[in-house]
């Protein structure tokens, strides 16, 4: 069983249009998280969201909102996506408790025409 | 500003030999020190971890030294093996009871050659 699952693999825009990215985990973790690894591959978090609370990277666009229906669930949302989005998004989840270890999903590759 | 700086940015080694990433750190508050493996089309998956009250962690061929006066951690890896041939990322949080954001470094891609 996957344990971190995101949905879809690959996801291919124009420029301009809004787009989900879904995430699951079945861990029962209680906290969820999204990061961006750009075309070097650095890896940079956009959220930490557990029921307490939303943290959010003060570098993060105000276009990208996390969307969390429960506790299994982290979804996100992109609107008026920019060229610049472009970039492979995995989702991870840990406890919520003071590091705990994170597991990731295999990612989302998002591609802007 | 980078707060976790991590090199070489590449490395590679040959079968049976031991591989060493460094990083380096700014933020004094972090308190957790994981490394992540990354495989091409996969996600991170977590490696070993240290928190700053020990000085040196071993998990099998794996092994993290940490030197806190100087902000220092490193991975070195005994035997490295061909299979070892991935994207490594060290990384540094502070966390807290809803959970921990990971700041990474920027990677080091290590080839072992048999």
């Known amino acids: 069983d996957t344990a971190v699952s995101q949905t879809p693999k690959y996801l291919v825009t124009q420029m301009g249009n809004d787009k989900s990215i879904k995430c699951e985990q079945n861990?029962?973790?209680?906290?969820m998280y999204w990061y961006k690894q750009d075309s070097k591959k650095f890896l940079k978090i956009m959220f930490s969201?557990?029921?307490?609370?939303?943290?959010i990277n003060e570098t993060v666009p105000n276009r990208f909102s996390p969307k969390s229906p429960d506790k299994a669930h982290l979804n996100l949302h992109i609107n008026s996506l920019e060229l610049g989005d472009s970039a492979v998004y995995f989702c991870?989840?840990?406890?919520?408790?003071?590091?705990?270890?994170?597991?990731f999903g295999d990612g989302t590759r998002l591609s802007i025409l | 500003q980078q707060q976790v700086k991590q090199s070489p940015q590449s490395l590679i080694v040959q079968k049976g030999g031991i591989s060493i990433i460094n990083c380096a750190y700014e933020?004094?508050?972090?308190?957790?020190f994981p490394w992540y493996q990354q495989f091409p089309g996969k996600g991170p998956a977590l490696l070993i971890a240290?928190?700053?009250?020990?000085s040196e962690k071993k998990e099998g061929r794996f092994t993290i030294s940490f030197n806190k006066s100087a902000k220092q951690f490193s991975l070195h890896i005994m035997d490295s093996q061909p299979g070892d041939s991935a994207t490594y990322f060290c990384?540094?949080?502070?966390?807290?009871?809803?959970?921990?954001?990971?700041?990474f470094g920027g990677g080091t891609r290590l080839m072992v050659k048999p």
């Open positions: 933020n004094t508050a972090f308190d957790y």
């Open positions: 861990l029962g973790h209680d906290t």
């Open positions: 991870a989840s840990s406890p919520g408790s003071r590091n705990q270890p994170q597991h």
């Open positions: 969201y557990n029921n307490k609370e939303l943290i």
């Open positions: 990384a540094a949080s502070r966390g807290n009871n809803a959970g921990n954001m990971l700041t």
């Open positions: 240290i928190r700053p009250d020990v």
